[in-house]
């Protein structure tokens, strides 16, 4: 079976601990392979998930606000 990439945006992300947090708490999440974070300090940073299933963006919200984060949507 092939992977899923998901990305989010996230907001209030600063230092790498806070990419540590989310990560974290984003890899414990059924299914998630790989979580990589493109950190914009104070702006909003962006995050991709790949993983074996596709995860909803309330899981996904969950674990963000879990590590104290806010998912935001995409600026058009």
């Not at 990419?19 to 702006?43: F, M, Q, R, T, Y």
């Amino acid at each position: 079976m092939g992977t899923v990439s998901t990305t989010v945006n996230v907001s209030g992300m600063t230092c790498g601990h806070c990419v540590s947090s989310v990560s974290e708490e984003l890899e414990a999440l059924s299914g998630v392979e790989k979580v990589d974070v493109d950190l914009k300090a104070g702006g909003i940073s962006t995050v991709t998930i790949t993983s074996s299933e596709a995860l909803s963006f309330a899981e996904i919200g969950e674990a963000v606000a879990e590590a104290g984060y806010l998912v935001v949507a995409t600026e058009a």
